[in-house]
C-alpha cells in the first residue's frame, strides 16, 4: 500500500486556470505538507497543517490555498496559474509536527503552458 | 545568507571511494538534522537522522557539530547505487528546511 499519494502524477495546463492536487497519507499521521521544488531543484515548504489546524503558512502566494478535509487528506488548489507555478509539488506527512522523518509522496509534475 | 547551505557538487567519484558532505545551517536554536536521498525525479526518502553524539549506519557516518551549526555526511566504498542527490534538512519547531542538494555520481 502505497503511504503517501498523490494525484495527478502529471499536470499540464494554460495559463490563468484553476488546477487541484490531492494528497492522501495512510500512516495515520497527524501532520501533512506541501512543498515546491522548482527547476533548480530546490524544495521549500509552502504549508503545514497538524491535525487539520494551519501551523505554517509561508510566503506562498493566496492563489494557493490548502485544504484539509481530514487528518489523512491536504488537498492544494491553485487558482489563476501563472508560467513560474511550473513546478513539482510533493505532499508528506509526518507523525507529529517537529524532528520527525517526513514521509513524501511521489510528487506532481505542474507545467503551464 | 541562506538557512540550509550545501556543497554545490556535483560529486564525480569512482566505485569504491569515499566520500563526504557537509552542509552548515544559520539557526542556532535548531532542534532536529537529517539526511535526505532523492533519486532522479523521485521524491526524498529519509537516509538517516543526525545525532548530537554522531551515527553510523553502515557505510554512512553522520556527524553534527553545534557549535560551527555544520553537519556532514561521510560515504564509505561507494556504490553505484549511492548515485543520487543528498539533502540536508535542519528542523526548528514547526519548521524543516532542506538545503538544495548535493549530487553524487557513482561511477564505475
Known amino acids: 500500500d502505497t503511504a503517501v499519494s498523490q494525484t495527478p502524477k502529471y499536470l499540464v495546463t494554460q495559463m490563468g486556470n484553476d488546477k487541484s492536487i490531492k494528497c492522501e497519507q495512510n500512516?495515520?499521521?497527524?501532520?501533512m505538507y506541501w512543498y515546491k521544488q522548482d527547476s533548480k531543484k530546490f524544495l521549500k515548504i509552502m504549508f503545514s497543517?497538524?491535525?487539520?489546524?494551519?501551523?505554517i503558512n509561508e510566503t506562498v502566494p493566496n492563489r494557493f490555498s490548502p485544504k484539509s478535509p481530514d487528518k489523512a487528506h491536504l488537498n492544494l488548489h491553485i487558482n489563476s496559474l501563472e508560467l513560474g507555478d511550473s513546478a513539482v509539488y510533493f505532499c508528506?506527512?509526518?507523525?507529529?509536527?517537529?524532528?520527525?522523518?517526513?514521509?513524501f509522496g511521489p510528487g506532481t509534475r505542474l507545467t503551464v503552458t | 545568507r541562506k538557512e540550509v547551505e550545501q556543497d554545490p557538487g556535483p560529486f564525480n567519484v569512482p566505485e569504491g571511494a569515499t566520500v563526504a558532505f557537509n552542509c552548515t545551517y544559520s539557526?542556532?536554536?535548531?532542534?532536529?538534522f537529517f539526511w535526505y536521498r532523492q533519486d532522479c525525479r523521485k521524491e526524498p526518502k529519509l537516509l538517516m537522522s543526525?545525532?548530537?553524539s554522531g551515527n553510523e549506519d553502515g557505510r554512512f557516518t553522520a556527524q553534527l557539530n553545534r557549535a560551527s551549526q555544520y553537519i556532514s555526511l561521510l560515504i564509505r566504498d561507494s556504490k553505484l547505487s549511492d548515485s543520487a542527490t543528498y539533502l540536508c534538512?535542519?528542523?526548528?519547531?514547526?519548521?524543516?528546511?532542506f538545503g538544495a542538494g548535493t549530487r553524487l555520481t557513482v561511477k564505475p
Open positions: 534538512v535542519v528542523s526548528y519547531n514547526n519548521d524543516m528546511r
Open positions: 500512516l495515520g499521521h497527524d501532520t
Open positions: 539557526n542556532s536554536a535548531s532542534q532536529s
Open positions: 543526525v545525532y548530537s
Open positions: 497543517y497538524n491535525n487539520k489546524e494551519l501551523i
Open positions: 508528506a506527512s509526518s507523525q507529529e509536527v517537529s524532528g520527525y522523518e517526513q514521509y
